[in-house]
């Protein structure tokens, strides 16, 4: 049988009757289909009008608060602070961060912060014309052994490698340091952040910010510190650096996120004025700066020599306005203000410790051998 003999078999069967209601039956299906596409749209669109995705507050920041961050009342209450139990610590594994800290030492001086200075330093990393320039503002040098990355620095950022060393804040507690605000070399004090040490918990830290789609984090940024110090937190944190599960790449900033995540005292954004912020929301940044305690040159470092991250090259001291003039441009010129903040600071520390600098330029530039 051919084909056709067969399709005429079966032509017959299709009358009209037939075709008519398979017709209908397509139609009710099409119609189906069409209500729950359409019920489906329409379900989508209320959800995502009723339910609008708010940006995080701080994406969305208005000038509302207008108090003052500080408490007066409170602050009247704290008297000068006593040096041998209350401490700012900065760190210096480079030659090249020496001048910064000299800078740094300055500008708390301005301040008339009543802490003691105590500077971090590894001395196989350090010569001693450098650790004579950081500790000429008054940080008084406290050489420490450098506590090296686990599982051989595996993961970690070149520059992120001495990190761990920070840890030594918890030993200060062997020289009865009750109290401890750490700041990372690349800060600039703008005004007085006493009520700190009487914080009653034993860590404080500023969440961090990125410029990318990480934004406003919950995990906080290293550079600035408030530790009360103790040989048993500092032993437990040894024994669970090379154990705890965590992103090596930041090194002992995501191992202290994860030590002290759930138990971290959250600081206002003045105590460490992150310039991502001025990057991420213009807004904020306008209020954060104008009530900033603590700077944080994180995106562009004035005393670093351009293009020089890892911190090889010394900017001389005769080279460093221009060095931070040559600075002014990056990102478009947006921290030039920022710059400058740091630049009037700088010449005023060259002015004021100008004799102690010309003693320091006569010790030697080389590494410890
Ligand atoms: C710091 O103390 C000096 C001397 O007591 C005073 O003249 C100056 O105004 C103080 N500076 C600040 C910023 O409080």
Known sequence: MSFFSRYKDYAPLRSDASTTKSN???????????????????????????????????????????QPIVNEEFLSTIGPLDPSENAIVTSLYTDSYATAIAT????????????????????????PRALCIA????????????????????????????????L????????????????????????NFDELFALPYGFAAVPDVYVDEQGFALAFNAGVLFVR??????????AKIATASYNAHEAEQSFLNHYFGAEALRLPYVYNANLAIKMRKPELWEDVRREA????????????????????????????????QNKMSQYGGKFEDELKDWVEI???????????????SSKSASLPS
């Open 24 to 66: 209908s039956r397509k139609y009710t299906l099409l119609l189906t289909v069409a209500l729950i596409a359409a019920s489906g749209i329409l379900n989508v669109v209320l959800y995502s009008k009723l339910s609008k995705r708010w940006p995080v507050p701080l994406d969305n920041y208005q000038h509302l608060n207008v």
């Open 104 to 127: 740094l030492g300055h500008s708390l001086n301005r301040v008339n912060s009543s802490a003691g200075r105590i500077l971090f330093y590894l001395p196989e990393k350090v010569s």
């Open 135 to 166: 500790t000429s503002s008054g940080f008084v040098p406290h050489a420490i052994e450098r506590i090296p990355p686990p599982h051989g620095g595996r993961g970690v950022y070149a520059h992120f490698l001495d990190q761990y060393s920070k």
């Open 168 to 191: 030594q804040l918890w030993t200060l507690a062997d020289r009865g340091i009750k109290g401890v605000v750490y700041l990372d070399a690349d800060t600039l004090v703008m005004s």
């Open 229 to 238: 110090p103790s040989r048993a937190v500092f032993d437990d944190m040894l």
């Open 293 to 324: 305690r603590i700077m944080h040159y994180t995106l562009v470092k004035p005393f670093l020599a351009e293009m020089d991250n890892s911190g090889k090259t010394v900017v001389e001291m005769r080279g460093m306005e221009a060095n931070v």
């Open 346 to 360: 700088w010449r005023e520390t060259r002015r004021t410790y100008a004799d102690a600098f010309t003693q320091c």
